[in-house]
Every structure is written in C-alpha cells, then in structure tokens.
C-alpha cells in the first residue's frame, strides 16, 4: 500500500479563479491518477498522470480547464482552471501501487 | 464502455445483521476490487479480487469473484457502527490500469 496526502483537504473558492491540488506519495510510482467525485457521486476519472509524459485526459475533460503536473514519481498537481460553481467537488489523486490506493480528497466549493 | 452496476444503492440495517451487496456488469473483468469510503475521506481497498470464483476474505468482509468474471458480491458479517459508510465495486477497464467504478451501496446502521 502507500500513504498518499492531499493539499489543500478543502477550500472555498470564488468563480473564474483557479485552484492547485498537490498530492504526495511516501513510495515513488510510475502511474498516479486523478479523479473527480461530484457530491453524492460515484468516482469519474479525470486523467492518468505517468511521469514523464503528458498526462491522459478522459472524454470530457481537456487540459485547458484542468492542467495536470508529474514532475517526479513522488508527486502530482492538478488544477482546476477558470472556475465555475458546477466544479464544486471532492478532487481525489491515487497512486498504483499493484492495485490503485488514494488520497484523502479535497473538497472544493465554488462560490 | 465498460460499466459496473451495483446495487443496492443503500441499506439500512440493524446492528448485527449481516450485508450483501453486488456489481454486475456486461463485460468481463481481470480483477474486482471492492473499496469503502468514509465521510471526508478516500476510497479506501477492502478487497481485491484476479480470479474467476475466487473467494476472498477480510476479517468480517467476504468477496467473491463470479465465474462468469461479470460480477462480485461483498458480504459483511454481523455489521458493527463503524461499518457505516458507501462501499463501490471497481475494475480495471481491459487494456489498462485505470479503473471504473460502480455508483456505490451507502450503508446505514440504526445501533
């Protein structure tokens, strides 16, 4: 398994700004991947971030709104661009360590 | 593309009582993972799954794999307060690492 931390674990955000998610990994792995759960929801994939390469989007999501860093086999970000009150949600990181293990999320509200 | 349904979609139960719950989809999975998560927290990895029948257990929690590789059914014995919470049924979508996952079962214990 991994110990997987997110910041910020929450925050309240005015539309039209933009938020950077950090996620950190106590193990260094090849495959992290974010993921977005809308309130009362199930998991939606957003994108899979291997270190060095661009990362993978999922249909419906474009790197433009949600740009996502790898820069070491630690660590990811991602950030939620130009935001709007229909991105409030909880934004989860995992890692792949033989099965995938996640992080504690960060609830995001858009005002 | 391929979609897990699980049902039920909540439960409210007594102490005590024992759960079942299940995810079926119309295309076959190499691995069934069943995870739980907490309010404010990640999904969390009960059990993990990789062959056709297999039967796998986790303290008060049982899994199996259908022999169909369609389905997995989680069953918890003799529920405790801190069972509470919404369990999903994930698989990898075949060809890669990442995962799909079902809509959840959002269990409730009346002590």
């Known amino acids: 398994s991994a110990v997987i931390s997110q910041k910020p674990s929450r925050d309240i955000c005015q539309r039209g700004t933009s938020l950077t998610i950090q996620c950190q990994v106590d193990?260094?792995?090849?495959?992290m991947f974010w993921y977005r759960q809308q309130p009362g929801q199930s998991l939606t994939l957003i994108a899979t971030?291997?270190?060095?390469?661009?990362?993978?989007?999922e249909s419906g999501f474009v790197i433009d709104k949600f740009p996502i860093s790898r820069p070491n086999l630690t660590f990811s970000t991602l950030t939620v661009s130009n935001m709007s009150p229909e991105d409030s949600s909880i934004y989860l990181c995992s890692a792949q360590i033989n099965e995938q293990f996640f992080g504690p999320g960060t609830r995001l509200t858009v005002l | 593309g391929q979609q897990l349904n699980q049902s039920p979609q909540s439960m409210f139960i007594q102490e005590g009582e024992d759960v079942s719950m299940n995810c079926t989809s119309s295309s076959i999975f190499n691995t069934w993972l069943w995870y739980k998560q907490d309010p404010g927290e990640g999904p969390v990895l009960l059990i993990a799954l990789y062959k056709a029948g297999e039967l796998t257990s986790n303290g008060r929690l049982t899994a199996q794999f259908g022999i169909t590789r369609k389905d997995s059914f989680l069953n918890i014995s003799a529920s405790i307060p801190s069972d509470v919470g919404i369990y999903f049924c994930?698989?990898?979508?075949?060809?890669?690492?990442?995962?799909?996952f079902g809509q959840g079962t959002r269990l409730t214990i009346n002590p």
């Open positions: 994930a698989g990898p979508i075949q060809g890669a690492q990442k995962l799909v």
């Open positions: 193990s260094q792995v090849t495959m």
């Open positions: 971030a291997n270190q060095g390469s661009e990362a993978t989007y």
